[in-house]
């Protein structure tokens, strides 16, 4: 799908900057059409591309990817980060999630991308673009450099904010921040408690359960659970069938819980 907003670049033939792309699963795919218009168009400038996965099997367009770097003559580095790689992590490769720390440590070791003067675009799910705004932050990078873009459907965009103003409707004990929700997986339950504008999986992950995932955009299914109970919103649909969705199952990498009683069996 076509990224929204003013989430573009403009190439220039004579532009020479740094652009610094962070992005996770299928959250990739707008970001590869920038860095692709950026080193054909503009013969002076450089890209820094910070890639988040699950393992090495889960990345798209590895193969153009490692083509690109391999013919862009030093213009083009690319990060990976896998939260549960395969194999033993090589250069230019990071276990863990794409968080400030992660993102720090990358940024601080590409001293061709000052922080302060490259154009950051950011394309994810929320959490990753909370943890990201959080390290450049830290850096002092000017909100005028930093583009965010949430990987979900222009149709669903409407549904998704006045959903999420009733996840922060408060109650007569105050706001609502957070809410628990039971997950059921491989014969064990487990309590997670989900903060206002985290995904379940998110909020799984950040307590060390090692729930399955790929594309965290809602889209490869990977995370395919079924609610038993209580309400949960998405905001992405487009993974899941009609009779799917009427039998009740969630993409976890997407979700949302509205009320206080969600469980959630995986398979």
């Not at 990739?28 to 996965?53: C, D, F, W």
């Not at 450099?145 to 922060?168: I, N, P, Q, Y």
């Not at 799984?204 to 995932?213: K, Q, R, S, T």
């Amino acid at each position: 799908m076509p990224p929204l907003g003013n989430f573009v670049v403009q190439p220039s033939p004579k532009a020479a900057r740094s652009l610094v792309l962070i992005g996770a699963g299928s959250g990739v795919t707008p970001l590869m059409a920038m860095l692709k218009a950026v080193l054909r168009e503009e013969p002076q400038s450089h890209v820094l591309l910070i890639y988040g996965n699950r393992n090495e099997d889960s990345v798209i367009f590895q193969q153009q990817l490692d083509a690109l770097e391999a013919g862009s003559r030093g213009r083009l580095q690319v990060e990976h980060v896998y939260s549960q790689p395969l194999h033993a992590t090589a250069p230019h490769q990071h276990t863990g999630r794409v968080n400030r720390t992660t993102l720090l440590r990358i940024l601080e070791q590409r001293h061709q991308f000052p922080a302060p003067q490259a154009e950051y675009y950011i394309c994810g799910p929320d959490g990753l673009m909370t943890e990201t705004q959080a390290a450049l932050e830290l850096l002092n990078v000017p909100t005028s450099r930093v583009h965010r873009e949430s990987f979900v459907a222009a149709a669903d965009t409407a549904e998704a904010s006045a959903t999420h103003g009733d996840v922060l409707a408060g109650t007569d004990d105050g706001p609502v921040t957070s809410r628990k929700v039971t997950i059921q997986y491989e014969g064990s339950e487990y309590v997670v408690d989900v903060p206002t504008g985290k995904t379940i999986l998110d909020a799984a992950l950040d307590e060390d359960i090692d729930l399955p995932y790929s594309c965290q955009a809602g889209l490869c299914t990977a995370c395919r659970g079924k609610c038993l109970s209580g309400k949960v919103h998405l905001d992405e649909r487009e993974g899941l069938s009609d009779a799917e969705l009427a039998k009740g199952y969630v993409l976890t990498c997407v979700a949302h819980p509205l009320t206080a009683d969600v469980v959630i069996e995986i398979d």
